[in-house]
């Protein structure tokens, strides 16, 4: 198994600039989220999903769509990139079946908003 | 919605000193509490977590407290050692009982001194 993959790794935009964040796992994971990491504020919850066809917002949706088509991907839309949103965005996925909450992080996306 | 918030946000200790970590929440349905450490330029990894019916676990050196009155919980590294050095999260969750956000703390910063 790859486990939690996000591409890209580094990212850099223009204020307005619209662009989506990958994000896959091949675990058959049920759950996903997005999170963004900022110094000081830890990990703040942007989106999650419980399943394929099912998304709920986190702590800090606001400019950010998800889709959940496939158990697989769960990609994240930045619509109108602001300097805000800059920030390191993780992408993590729990096993289905309920035996284990643990979330698996993938590696993580940077990206800075010019 | 759930609010985590942890102290301190820095942490210093000598080598094979303990360090404590303390976080509290804010919903008292939560039942699900895990801790991750991050390396620097690392991913988040579970290191332990616990459950609402439990009030203390222990894995080697590290063991996590929970007091369900208060609504607070601790994480508690014994003899720490060098590679004990990371930033480290609280998070709650009513994941328990069924899939549901995961919201964590703004971190805690530790330094181990050789």
């Known amino acids: 198994n790859a486990g939690v993959t996000q591409t890209p790794k580094f990212q850099v935009l223009k204020t307005g600039q619209s662009m989506t964040l990958q994000c896959a796992q091949d675990?058959?994971?049920?759950?996903m989220s997005w999170y963004r990491q900022d110094p000081g504020m830890g990990l703040r919850l942007i989106h999650y999903?419980?399943?394929?066809?099912?998304?709920d917002q986190g702590e800090v949706p606001n400019g950010y769509n998800v889709s959940r088509s496939t158990t697989e991907d769960f990609p994240l839309r930045l619509l109108s990139a602001a300097p805000s949103q800059t920030s390191v965005y993780f992408c993590?996925?729990?096993?289905?079946?309920?035996?284990?909450?643990?979330?698996?992080f993938g590696p993580g996306t940077r990206l800075t908003v010019l | 919605g759930e609010n985590v918030e942890q102290h301190p946000s820095t942490l210093s200790v000598q080598e094979g000193d303990s360090a404590v970590i303390k976080c509290t929440y804010s919903?008292?349905?939560?039942?699900?509490f895990p801790w991750y450490k991050q390396e620097l330029g690392k991913r988040p990894q579970l290191i332990i977590d616990?459950?609402?019916?439990?009030g203390e676990k222990k894995d080697q050196r590290i063991a996590v407290t929970l007091n369900k009155t208060a609504k607070h919980f601790s994480l508690h590294i014994t003899e720490t050692q060098p590679e004990d050095s990371a930033v480290y999260f609280c998070?709650?969750?009513?994941?328990?009982?069924?899939?549901?956000?995961?919201?964590f703390g703004p971190g805690t910063s530790l330094s181990v001194i050789p």
């Open positions: 993590a996925s729990i096993p289905s079946g309920r035996a284990s909450n643990e979330q698996f």
């Open positions: 675990m058959n994971h049920e759950y």
């Open positions: 999903s419980v399943g394929a066809g099912i998304t």
């Open positions: 919903d008292s349905a939560s039942n699900y």
């Open positions: 616990i459950r609402s019916n439990v």
């Open positions: 998070a709650a969750s009513k994941m328990e009982t069924s899939y549901d956000k995961v919201i």
